[in-house]
């Protein structure tokens, strides 16, 4: 299984990015598909996940600002990014096997990480 992480960068604060986590190995359609985020001596964040029948869940720091979605045909998962902050810069990383509980993301302990994406929010 791989997933690879893509469409980070630089942007200034206000802006807007777009990441893609493409999946290979497995068969999307059957997945929940997260965004976790994790900054140096922090602990990983659930930041979205989008299950395999399409529901969505944000944490409080994103919700209204971020948007995931995902194309099957594709095997891909989207998060749309807008009004990006500075405190939004970190890294970025797409998981299987997310699921909310109490507006909290987690991931399930045999759930895989693909590698990560920069995302740096400055001016």
């Known amino acids: 299984v791989q997933l690879q992480a893509s469409g980070g960068g630089l942007v200034q604060p206000g802006g807007s990015l777009r990441l893609a986590c493409a999946a290979s190995?497995?068969?999307?359609?059957?997945?929940?598909i997260g965004w976790f985020r994790q900054a140096p001596g922090k602990e990983r964040e659930g930041v979205s996940c989008i299950s395999y029948g399409s529901s969505t869940y944000y944490s409080d720091s994103v919700k209204g600002r971020f948007t995931i979605s995902r194309d099957n045909a594709k095997s891909t998962v989207y998060l749309q990014m807008n009004s990006l902050k500075p405190e939004d810069t970190v890294v970025y990383y797409c998981v299987t096997g997310c699921y909310n509980n109490a507006n909290t993301i987690y991931q399930r302990s045999n759930g895989y990480w693909g590698q990560g994406t920069q995302v740096t929010v400055s001016s």
């Open positions: 190995g497995i068969t999307l359609d059957y997945y929940n």
